[in-house]
């Protein structure tokens, strides 16, 4: 059974952060993502806020410096199954290392499976927007930039074995289920968005021109599926363009009632960047309450309201298609008198909220119960003065995993995860030699 100081599960911006923290103190660190890659949601955006810094300048660094810093061991393709706790400061942990039918020492990323392989599905990294194959590299800069075949959808022509050069892939790999032991754990599940779908007035998924905040992110980045930002439904420039916020937040019906706390500001962004790519369009923004909290948030807001966004106060009842893809929008106009209007656009965005992704983590504590809070987010023992102890001493937790949060925000608390989980084993260290010097 192999022996880490560190367990990290999620390979995303706080997750990297809390581990390359961690790894730098001294501590050997175990990482665990369940994606082919690490990077997480933020090696997916465009830009971030209110700086409009290159998300992936920020991100791809990270990623580098965690796989090749020595104190961290990183396994994708992983989900950790179990975990017990045999006392203080430590755990015995089960992981599930999913086979990527590609032997991992000897594919170089060449990406030739890729061109091979004839089959051909959505890519989730993507939102659908575009297809990749059943044989495939997550993207350019994934790390570790290994391939990965889909068995569900691999239709066994064998055409990706031929072709591959170092002879690495292998149809007969299996599920490894590893076991490591760790004195401390660190949880960065992040976050879900918000299945569109549910809100059933807006229709996404029935009509092509309604997309969410997601899918125009990547319109908007620098490896976009279409190299310029098209409506999906006729492949058009949209030139009158809506942003629906809230959607999925502050929602009681949907069983959401918090603030995303992001998609006021992310809508901000991305009507910026679309004002820069498509200088002729009409942005609106349909929104409840603008709230730009954070340090120069305010001044961002002012800034697009300069560049001749228009923000409307108003709830969007209900969306209608019309027969060229237009749509309809059917709102409440707060500021003239709460009376129902009309108003057509090309593309309707849907700002779409953040969702907790702790169901499966709650389940692999088997000794010890993580207490979740009434929105399912992880209860932080104290919001203010201890924000990343959980209920199970020795875990913490870091980032979306406790709340909707932006970027700096989860590498603040990814770093103050990881400075107190190193002060615990540091105590518990403390105690075991005392205890040994007495005996």
């Known amino acids: 059974m192999k022996e880490f100081d560190?367990?990290?599960?999620?390979?995303?911006?706080?997750?990297?952060?809390?581990?390359?923290?961690?790894?730098?103190?001294?501590?050997?660190?175990?990482?665990?993502?369940?994606?082919?890659?690490?990077?997480?949601?933020?090696?997916?955006?465009?830009?971030?806020?209110?700086?409009?810094?290159?998300?992936?300048?920020?991100?791809?660094?990270?990623?580098?410096?965690?796989?090749?810093?020595?104190?961290?061991?990183?396994l994708t393709y992983s989900e950790v199954r179990e975990i017990v706790k045999k006392g203080e400061g430590e755990f015995e942990v089960k992981i599930l290392k999913k086979p990527r039918y590609v032997d991992e020492s000897a594919c170089t990323g060449c990406g030739l499976c890729e061109k091979a392989c004839p089959v051909i599905v959505p890519h989730a990294y993507d939102f659908g927007l575009r297809g990749r194959k059943a044989a495939y590299i997550p993207f350019d800069t994934a790390v570790p930039k290994i391939a990965v075949i889909e068995l569900e959808n691999c239709i066994f022509c064998g055409a990706c074995e031929r072709i591959c050069p170092p002879k690495a892939v292998n149809f007969l790999?299996?599920?490894?289920?590893?076991?490591?032991?760790?004195?401390?754990?660190?949880?960065?599940?992040?976050?879900?968005?918000?299945?569109?779908?549910?809100?059933?007035?807006?229709?996404?998924?029935?009509?092509?021109?309604v997309i969410t905040s997601m899918q125009m992110e990547r319109l908007l980045a620098p490896t976009r599926p279409y190299n310029a930002v098209l409506r999906p439904s006729d492949g058009k420039v949209p030139y009158n363009i809506a942003y629906v916020l809230c959607t999925g937040s502050r929602d009681r019906t949907v069983g959401n009632p918090l603030c995303s706390q992001i998609c006021c500001m992310y809508s901000i962004k991305?009507?910026?960047?679309?004002?820069?790519?498509?200088?002729l369009a009409d942005i609106t923004i349909y929104y409840m309450d603008?709230?730009?909290?954070?340090?120069?948030?305010?001044?961002?807001?002012?800034?697009?309201?300069?560049?001749?966004?228009?923000?409307?106060?108003?709830?969007?009842?209900?969306?209608?298609?019309?027969?060229?893809?237009?749509?309809?929008?059917?709102?409440?106009?707060?500021?003239?008198?709460?009376?129902?209007?009309?108003?057509?656009?090309?593309?309707?965005?849907?700002?779409?909220?953040?969702?907790?992704?702790?169901?499966?983590?709650?389940?692999?504590?088997?000794?010890?119960?993580?207490?979740?809070?009434?929105?399912?987010?992880?209860?932080?023992?104290?919001?203010?003065?201890?924000?990343?102890?959980?209920?199970?001493?020795?875990?913490?937790?870091?980032?979306?995993?406790?709340?909707?949060?932006?970027?700096?925000?989860?590498?603040?608390?990814?770093?103050?995860?990881?400075?107190?989980?190193?002060?615990?084993l540091s105590e518990v260290r403390g105690k075991l030699i005392k205890a040994e010097v007495k005996a």
């Not at 599920?175 to 760790?182: G, N, R, T, Y």
């Open 6 to 74: 560190v367990l990290v599960i999620g390979g995303g911006i706080a997750g990297m952060e809390a581990s390359l923290n961690l790894a730098d103190m001294g501590f050997k660190v175990c990482l665990v993502e369940k994606e082919p890659s690490i990077g997480g949601k933020m090696f997916l955006l465009s830009k971030t806020f209110p700086t409009l810094d290159c998300a992936s300048c920020i991100c791809t660094p990270k990623m580098a410096a965690t796989a090749h810093h020595p104190n961290i061991t990183l």
């Open 173 to 209: 790999q299996e599920p490894e289920v590893m076991e490591v032991k760790v004195g401390a754990i660190i949880l960065a599940t992040g976050f879900k968005l918000f299945p569109a779908e549910l809100k059933k007035d807006y229709h996404f998924g029935e009509y092509k021109n």
């Open 270 to 279: 991305q009507a910026q960047l679309i004002m820069g790519a498509v200088p």
């Open 290 to 424: 603008i709230r730009a909290f954070g340090k120069g948030f305010e001044e961002f807001y002012k800034q697009a309201v300069d560049m001749g966004v228009r923000f409307v106060k108003g709830r969007v009842a209900k969306i209608e298609e019309k027969e060229d893809g237009n749509l309809i929008l059917k709102y409440e106009d707060i500021d003239n008198g709460g009376r129902l209007v009309e108003a057509e656009h090309d593309l309707v965005v849907l700002a779409v909220g953040l969702l907790p992704n702790n169901e499966e983590v709650v389940k692999i504590f088997k000794n010890e119960k993580l207490e979740l809070d009434e929105y399912g987010w992880i209860k932080q023992v104290n919001e203010n003065t201890n924000p990343t102890m959980t209920s199970i001493r020795g875990v913490f937790a870091a980032g979306c995993a406790t709340g909707p949060k932006d970027i700096p925000d989860s590498i603040a608390e990814a770093a103050a995860a990881a400075t107190q989980c190193a002060s615990y």
